[in-house]
């Protein structure tokens, strides 16, 4: 299952300031265009379910996550319960660097389709990329390159 990472650093940036952004899925439609809506349900704590619509090559990817908040720790958890996707799972963080912070975000995802995964897994990296990129942009009211993008292999290893 391919796995992404993406990590920026954010000069001049506030740790729990950053961090209840992203915490803030509800809003995501509103600075990310390819999030078509994002409707939050089943709030228990720090605990959602949340059901996404995004936009993805001409037609809509559609899946209802379990998110998970650690708000001590400025880390979140997210698992696909049922989708378009085979599986879908990632997390959040934020780390504070003092100035500034590392916003941390990583994926695995399976598209289901093992015979055509070598086409179509590259396709749906980079509009996941694209997508994580242009909220991450927004939490750090910065431009694209005042961070630092670090891409992540299969394995998880930085390339």
């Known amino acids: 299952m391919p796995v992404m990472i993406i990590e920026r650093e954010i000069e001049h940036a506030h740790a729990h300031e950053v961090y209840e952004r992203i915490a803030d899925v509800e809003s995501y439609p509103t600075v990310a265009a390819s999030i078509l809506q994002v409707q939050v349900t089943d709030r228990d704590g720090d605990r959602c379910t949340s059901h996404w619509d995004v936009a993805f090559r001409?037609?809509?990817?559609?899946?209802?996550?379990?998110?998970?908040?650690?708000?001590?720790?400025?880390?979140?958890?997210?698992?696909?319960?049922?989708?378009?996707?085979?599986?879908?799972?990632?997390?959040?963080?934020?780390?504070?660097?003092?100035?500034?912070?590392?916003?941390?975000?990583?994926?695995?995802?399976?598209?289901?389709?093992?015979?055509?995964?070598?086409?179509?897994?590259?396709?749906?990296?980079?509009?996941?990329?694209?997508?994580i990129t242009e909220l991450i942009d927004a939490f750090s009211s910065e431009q694209p390159s005042a961070g630092r993008l670090v891409a992540a292999d299969s394995t998880g290893k930085g390339q």
């Open 58 to 131: 001409g037609g809509i990817l559609r899946w209802v996550e379990s998110d998970e908040f650690d708000r001590v720790n400025l880390r979140s958890t997210f698992e696909q319960v049922d989708g378009d996707l085979a599986a879908f799972r990632g997390s959040w963080s934020v780390q504070d660097l003092e100035p500034g912070v590392r916003i941390t975000f990583t994926a695995e995802f399976d598209l289901g389709m093992p015979s055509l995964a070598a086409m179509l897994d590259p396709v749906a990296e980079r509009a996941l990329r694209a997508n």
